[in-house]
């Protein structure tokens, strides 16, 4: 069964940094195309970071330079590095699968669907 | 302000249809790589409903179907449940913007 469980968030003061978790179990991140997404208080769903399995990073404008995705394939873990937070990155922080849409779609990622989601993690950004 | 356009609410009475329009432009829906749907029960995780225009995930009821045209792309539920009052979000890839972008979402009410 696949599954997805973020961890890390929490309270930090603006200007800090946190380090989100995403641990996943019944699929191997290394070879899929991870994705984070977060959902401010109240409000919709807003792409936030890909990482593609070739190693390929991309970001959303408002948070390029300052939040970092990566991977740990030892441990199956994608991680989402946050620095010098703002108040505006108060959300709960989602990691995702994105996934081919069939095997003729597999070279072309905009194509792709998040097919998996976790639960979630909260970071509230205030002082 | 969200890049694709939902109406905020929609409503229905149990067993009515009811259809949620996601409004876009030339370098996301009509691009043509797919809109994909996404239901969030209240206080859960989004779940893929939709995705590739029209194509349900297996589990997904077939109450449940999607269809795109030019720039645009509506999500339809027939025979309304009370368990389907969630909020309902499109998603597609920008091109311009070289990311993902989501509609602002939309409540369905079941009455």
């Known amino acids: 069964e696949v599954q997805l469980v973020e961890s890390g968030g929490g309270l930090i003061q603006p200007g800090g940094s946190l380090r989100l978790s995403c641990a996943a179990s019944g699929f191997t991140v290394s070879v899929n195309y991870m994705s984070w997404v977060r959902q401010a208080p109240g409000k919709g769903l807003e792409w936030v970071s890909d990482?593609?399995?070739?190693?390929?990073?991309y970001y959303e404008d408002s948070v390029k330079g300052r939040f970092t995705i990566s991977r740990d394939n030892s441990k199956n873990t994608l991680y989402l590095q946050m620095n010098s937070l703002r108040a505006e990155d108060t959300a709960v922080y989602y990691c995702?699968?994105?996934?081919?849409?069939?095997?003729?779609?597999?070279?072309?990622?905009?194509?792709?669907?998040?097919?998996?989601w976790g639960k979630g993690t909260t970071v509230t950004v205030s002082s | 302000q969200s890049v694709l356009t939902q109406p905020p609410s929609v409503s229905g009475a149990p067993g009515q249809r009811v259809t949620i329009s996601c409004t876009g432009s030339s370098s996301n829906i009509g691009a043509g790589y797919g809109v994909h749907w996404y239901q969030q029960l209240p206080g859960t995780a989004p779940k893929v409903l939709i995705y590739?225009?029209?194509n349900r995930p297996s589990g997904v009821p077939d109450r449940f179907s999607g269809s795109k045209s030019g720039t645009s792309a509506s999500l339809a539920i027939t025979g309304l449940q009370a368990e389907d009052e969630a909020d309902y979000y499109c998603?597609?890839?920008?091109?311009?913007?070289?990311?993902?972008?989501f509609g602002g979402g939309t409540k369905l009410t079941v009455l």
């Open positions: 995702a699968r994105v996934r081919s849409p069939g095997a003729a779609f597999d070279h072309y990622y905009h194509y792709y669907y998040m097919d998996a």
């Open positions: 990482l593609y399995s070739g190693g390929s990073t």
């Open positions: 998603q597609a890839y920008d091109t311009s913007l070289s990311g993902w972008v």
């Open positions: 590739g225009n029209t």
